[in-house]
Every structure is written in C-alpha cells, then in structure tokens.
C-alpha cells in the first residue's frame, strides 16, 4: 500500500495533542459487504447499515479492491450523471483515469485524490487507463459522497486535482505513525482539498503496537474505516480490522492502536478517518442525485433525460 511513504519521520511535524482530551468511544462497528461498481469491479460498501443521520454529511463510501488485475481484467465505470454533492476518489494504490463533461479530469496513482464537486449536474467517466488494461496490477482505492447543502447544491460544477506531494504529513510523537491530511485542518497543518461542507479527511499508517491521538474537532462527526491490518479505536481499545467502519461518539479527539504483531494482511494498520460537520437537513438520495426532496430527484432525472447536465466530450 504505497500511498504516500516517508523514510524519515523525524522530518515531518509532530502531531502533538494539547492538555487533556476525551478520546472518542465507538456507538456502533459494522462490517462492510462486498459488491461490484460500474463495468465489474470488486468494492466494500463502507457504509452499508449505518444510518444516515451518523454520517452527515458523508452520504456514501466504497472501498474500490483491493485487488490484484490480471490483464485485461482492470474495469471502470460508464459515463454516468450525478447532482447535489461530492464525490472524492483517493487512490492508494494503481491509477485510475477521470473525465468530465466539464473538461476537467487526468491520471491519478498512488496518493492522488480527485475532488469533483457535481453540484447542479454534471457527467463523468472513471476507468483504467489503457496501459493499465493490458497489464493488470494492484488496485486499491477510495471513493466517497461527501453531500452538499441545500444551498450549494446548484452550485456550477467544479474540479480539483490534487497531487500526493500536495497533501499534509505530519508523525506521531514516536514516529510510529504517519498521518495524510487530504482535507480539513489538524492543529498548524491543513489539507490541499477545497470543500464547501467543512470535512476532515485522513489516512494514517499505523506500525505495530504504536498509539496515535488525533484532536477532532467537536463540532464534527467522526468515523474511522480500516483499510488494512488491524487494531484498535478508542480509549477501551475496541477492535477494528479491515473493512469494518466504526461510528465514534462525543469526544475532542480519536485515539487510534495498531495491533502488537501484525495479521499477515498487512505490516501496518491503515486508517481512513473521515468527519464533518452534520449539515441537518433531509437527504433524498437516488442513484446518482443527492438532492432534499422527491421532487428534486425527479426533476434531476427529467433534466438528465433533456441533456442538461452537459454533453460527453469529443476523446
């Protein structure tokens, strides 16, 4: 899981927590389901049975893989609308193609993130690159709904392309753990995404049997995903292993434990922590509209059936 490594971590910023904090405890842990996305490829519902008010203002998360292609095993996704919120394609591992009615779009491989804001309706395609077809290779990645609310929902579409050097790294104290910040701000150090709901977004990579504390933010909801390995979130240690989700509860901080030896999956313990602040406002969510009301919804598939979300450009 290349991501984004550092040789030296005496060389980042150490993530310090200030006096006394209350870490987070779980409310709920879930295992995510397996399935499969747009042409065939393998992905975990992050999210699936969690209700929705615990995750404003996320509103939908796959793990894309992790698998390793064969060639001309790799698959993407069909052009395809959406409206009314986010989307955010990490991606940890392999290289993934994107393009949108808008213009915007590129290569993104380990450690890359593409920040689509769909807005008032937009088109796009997500595929693996040609080369990458032929050869097969490992794929391993992230893509999450983050909702809009209701007044930027119409906003004109919009598209980030942020590279991995971009991001924020900071350690742990020990330096037994390495911490991405893709969006949000944790103390000094803030992350290069552009968000109109104030989110936290966050990769870390655990040792075995170290300990990290991150401060949150409380006025932000909190979730942390494992990726791979396994350990433990909260102050009582509760477990948490690959492909679990675990909801966490009032607190100013999340305190993350890689296991003391690790599982064989993986030599360290990969952590996806997401939170934001809960927009509170009712969600109608269908397919690929994220809108307030049935009628929105409606009146998304009328607009997409008369073109209105753009046109598929020329390759």
């Known amino acids: 899981m290349p991501a984004v490594t550092v040789e030296d971590m005496s060389s980042l910023a150490k993530l310090q927590v200030e006096g006394d904090v209350q ?72 290289t993934f193609e994107h393009r949108d009615s808008t213009g915007g779009g590129g290569l993104i491989t380990n450690g890359d993130t593409q920040w689509m804001t769909a807005g008032a309706g937009i088109l796009h395609i997500e595929r693996p690159p040609e080369t990458l077809v032929a050869s097969g290779g490992l794929f391993h990645g992230i893509q999450l709904w983050v909702n809009l609310p209701s007044a930027a929902k119409m906003v004109p ?13 900071m350690a742990s104290p020990d330096g037994g753990a390495l911490v991405r910040l893709i969006a949000g701000r944790i103390g000094e150090t803030a992350g290069p995404g552009s968000t109109h709901t104030p989110i936290t977004m966050v990769h870390v990579s655990l040792s075995a049997g170290s300990r990290l504390v991150v401060p949150w933010d409380r006025t932000f909801n909190a979730l942390a995903y494992g990726l791979a390995g396994s350990g433990s979130v909260g102050p009582t240690g509760a477990a948490l292993a690959s492909g679990q989700l675990s909801v966490l509860g009032e607190g100013d901080a999340v ?12 030599e360290t313990f990969e952590v996806l922590l997401l939170g934001g602040r809960p927009i509170n406002e009712p969600v109608a969510h269908y397919g690929p509209f994220v809108m307030n009301t049935s009628d929105e919804i409606a009146q998304a598939f009328e607009d997409f059936r008369r073109g209105r979300m753009g046109t598929i450009p020329p390759t």
């Open 255 to 266: 305190e993350l434990r890689a296991a003391a030896k690790p599982d064989g999956s993986s």
């Open 23 to 94: 870490s987070k405890e779980p409310v709920i842990i879930t295992n995510a389901p397996s399935g499969f996305e747009g042409e065939g490829f393998p992905v975990r519902r992050a999210f699936a049975g969690v209700p929705l008010h615990l995750l404003d203002p996320f509103v939908h998360m796959d793990q894309m893989g992790e698998v390793d292609y064969a060639p001309g095993e790799p698959k993407g996704t069909p052009w395809h609308p959406h409206r009314g919120f986010e989307t955010v394609t990490y991606m940890i591992d392999g």
């Open 157 to 169: 579409p919009k598209y980030q392309d942020i590279r991995a050097g971009r991001l924020g790294l």
